[in-house]
């Protein structure tokens, strides 16, 4: 079946499988920044939007997404920058496995909240899990970058 | 997972066509608990066009949609009006928010689930049930209901009431199911006890309940006694997760303090 939708604005029209999940169709189309970790809806690397909200690409039908603004974090260019400048200064960043997934949920955080309290901040990226660098120094870069401008 | 169509329903009678059309079409509602699973199945029938996702109230009610996401439940001021705020605490701990923006509330109840957050969370309320073809059903009735049924969640209909609830998960770790959760309210002066994940799905404590609202007077030996016996009246078993011992204390303790705080 075909589904047409927009990637970071620009529509496209996809050929897919009707029981296929968006992970899948948006790397098979070369948009290899999405990392499937578990595959099984608990790790949240594979987070992208959908409508500006953040999901889990490995768990959402492509085809349920007909019309619908999908943004990668080739989409957030700018902010990623800013997010990943923060990371490095408070030594955050290792692997770097979780941070494609991690950035747009971060960018997603500061869109949602004006002034998040550490409770919501946590409430919010609980649901990423490949934190091998450490809670705190990610609690500091968050901040930094939701002082931001 | 192979499926071999993807179906649009334009409204929900078509919707409730392509069901009856064969026993291996299913809904989807956010599409978690199909792909947990993994089965094959011939059609998936999509209800997010119907516009079932909107939450509305009327005088006496709230009515949810079926396919209102988990995370537009939570944050719905609507809901976090109800009863200090308890229905959007049940759902709060669920997973993260990029799981919650795809689950929905329908798909949380219809599964009935042993898990299941959603459903211990709104079990001590006044909670009905609206499927198509036209059927109204109390939450509670729908979770003893015999078979699968052969309709479809429309939406969730919460009566409004003054009072106060209290939401527990027992867990172990932060994205983890429970061992088991506890859902208890005071409504309109009535106490309400709703036990799940014991580890079969929520159910109300009956003789706990009717024990404290047939009480003239109230104190912290009611509550206790209260729990007590939610805790034998209850069927808590042992799985891998925790023991029936090891439940039987945790309704102790968590029924007594969920009485306590509604209370206050």
Redesign the interface.
């Known amino acids: 079946m075909i589904v047409n939708f927009y990637l970071n604005n620009v529509e496209v029209s996809y050929s897919i499988k009707p029981g296929e999940y968006l992970a899948e169709t948006l790397r098979r189309h070369g948009v290899k920044s999405i990392k499937v970790g578990c595959n099984e809806s608990s790790c949240g690397s594979c987070t992208l939007l959908i409508e500006g909200k953040p999901m889990m690409s490995c768990s959402v039908l492509t085809a349920s997404l007909e019309g619908k603004h999908i943004t990668t974090v080739e989409g957030i260019q700018e902010e990623a920058a800013k997010i990943s400048k923060c990371f490095s200064k408070q030594g955050a960043d290792q692997c770097g496995f979780c941070n494609v997934g991690f950035a747009l949920v971060i960018y997603a955080l500061k869109r949602e909240y004006k002034n998040p309290t550490d409770e919501e901040i946590n409430n919010y990226i609980v649901g990423n899990l490949c934190r091998c660098s450490g809670l705190q120094s990610h609690m500091k870069a968050i901040k930094e970058y939701l002082k931001e401008e | 997972?192979?499926?071999?169509?993807?179906y649009?329903a334009s409204s929900l009678e078509d919707a409730y066509r392509k069901l009856q059309e064969d026993p291996k079409n299913q809904i989807?509602a956010g599409?978690?608990w199909i792909?947990?699973i993994g089965q094959d199945?011939n059609a998936?029938v999509?209800l997010?066009t119907l516009g079932l996702n909107k939450i509305s109230e009327t005088k006496d009610e709230v009515i949810v949609g079926s396919m209102v996401t988990q995370?537009d439940f939570e944050n719905s001021n609507v809901i976090r009006s109800l009863f200090n705020d308890s229905l959007a605490f049940s759902v709060?701990e669920i997973?993260?928010?990029?799981?919650r923006?795809?689950a929905t509330i329908g798909g949380s109840i219809i599964g009935r689930y042993p898990f299941s957050d959603v459903i211990t969370g709104l079990l001590p309320y006044d909670v009905s049930l609206e499927f198509y073809p036209e059927q109204k059903m109390s939450l509670e009735d729908y979770l003893s209901y015999k078979g699968k049924i052969n309709a479809i969640l429309v939406a969730i209909h919460i009566k409004k009431g003054s009072g106060k609830g209290f939401y527990k998960k027992v867990k172990t770790t932060?994205?983890d199911f429970p061992i088991i959760n506890f859902g208890i309210a005071k409504v309109n002066g009535e106490y309400r006890i709703a036990v799940g994940a014991r580890p079969l799905t929520g159910a109300l404590a009956h003789k706990a309940m009717d024990y404290l609202n047939s009480q003239s007077k109230l104190d912290q030996e009611s509550y206790k006694k209260a729990a007590e016996i939610a805790a034998e009246e209850l069927m808590l078993l042992d799985n891998k997760d925790a023991s029936k011992e090891y439940r039987t204390d945790l309704v102790k303790v968590y029924v007594r303090r969920g009485l306590e705080e509604v209370s206050k």
């Open positions: 997972m192979k499926v071999n169509e993807y649009r989807i599409g978690l792909k947990k199945c998936l999509d997010s995370r709060r997973m993260g928010v990029n799981f923006n795809i932060a994205l």
